[in-house]
């Protein structure tokens, strides 16, 4: 562990006395989770040292510490993104930190656009691989992380027993859930009809422009992963439906609820 994340650690710890066992990273339109977090700490992310301030729309760019269900966890409300200019190194950070405090599983969310054709708005997808398009054009150069991504060829990237426990939540609960292959590109635009297309034949289920860059710091730091998409709009590369960001929040706060059941079934687990 470096000075800087132990310092950011201590720095979060002195606020909110709570040692999570599980971080939580809420995507685009999926912040109103952190709502349901008992006797929360909210922590701007700007006044964390060493983290960046989440600029994206419709992120609340907090640190929110608390319960669920009387599990200590440590929540995201908010990401940082590539798009945004922040480096690999500003993106993962809070994850080494949120795993320094103590968090020995992650749950990531996002919204992505649905490829695959059997996908609907509001669906979710509990991910089972990943497809990262955002590899090539950037040095991992700090010694922050553990700077090799070996693992994810060797050894699951996600946790199958959290992976399972999610399909099942969606049967028990009643609605639509997949298991499938999530696709970075770093951004921010939406894709061509002809990209949506070369997705659909590369393999992948949803894009969306996050999580790859936190699933492979947690996945190195041995921390056990669930990635969920929720699906804010389909790629549907013969008949294009504009995407836009107001959807994609839209989208998100009807999933709220289908989320909020997975996590707490989740963090139930052993
Ligand atoms: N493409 C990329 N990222 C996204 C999309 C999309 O269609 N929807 C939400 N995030």
């Avoid at 960046?52 to 990401?79: E, F």
């Avoid at 190194?89 to 795993?99: A, C, G, K, L, S």
């Avoid at 955002?134 to 946790?159: E, I, L």
Wanted: hydrophobic share 45%.
């Amino acid at each position: 562990m470096t000075p800087k994340i132990s310092a950011a650690a201590d720095w979060i710890q002195s606020r909110a006395n709570l040692s999570p066992s599980a971080a939580i990273i809420l995507g685009s339109g999926l912040g109103g989770l952190a709502d349901k977090i008992e006797d929360p700490v909210a922590i701007p992310f700007g006044d964390i040292p060493g983290f960046g301030t989440s600029t994206a729309a419709g992120h609340r760019g907090q640190l929110v510490l608390g319960t669920i269900d009387a599990v200590p966890v440590v929540a995201m409300a908010g990401r940082f993104h590539r798009y945004e200019g922040w480096s690999n190194d500003d993106v993962t950070f809070p994850v080494d930190v949120m795993h320094a405090m103590g968090a020995s599983r992650l749950i990531v969310s996002n919204a992505a656009g649905g490829v695959s054709p059997k996908l609907s708005v509001g669906d979710i997808v509990v991910i089972a691989d990943h497809i990262n398009f955002m590899t090539g054009t950037f040095a991992w150069n700090s010694k922050q992380s553990v700077p090799c991504f070996g693992r994810t060829h060797s050894g699951p990237t996600y946790d199958t027993a959290m992976s399972k426990t999610a399909m099942q939540v969606a049967v028990d609960t009643g609605f639509a859930a997949y298991r499938g292959t999530y696709l970075a590109t770093f951004g921010p635009t939406y894709e061509t009809r002809a990209e949506y297309r070369m997705m659909r034949k590369l393999g992948a289920d949803v894009v969306g422009m996050s999580t790859v860059p936190e699933v492979l710091a947690a996945s190195n730091r041995g921390m056990r992963v669930l990635g969920l998409s929720m699906v804010s709009n389909v790629a549907n590369p013969d008949r294009p439906v504009k995407a836009d960001h107001e959807e994609v929040l839209q989208a998100g706060r009807a999933a709220e609820v289908k989320m909020e059941a997975i996590v707490r079934a989740v963090l139930g687990l052993p």
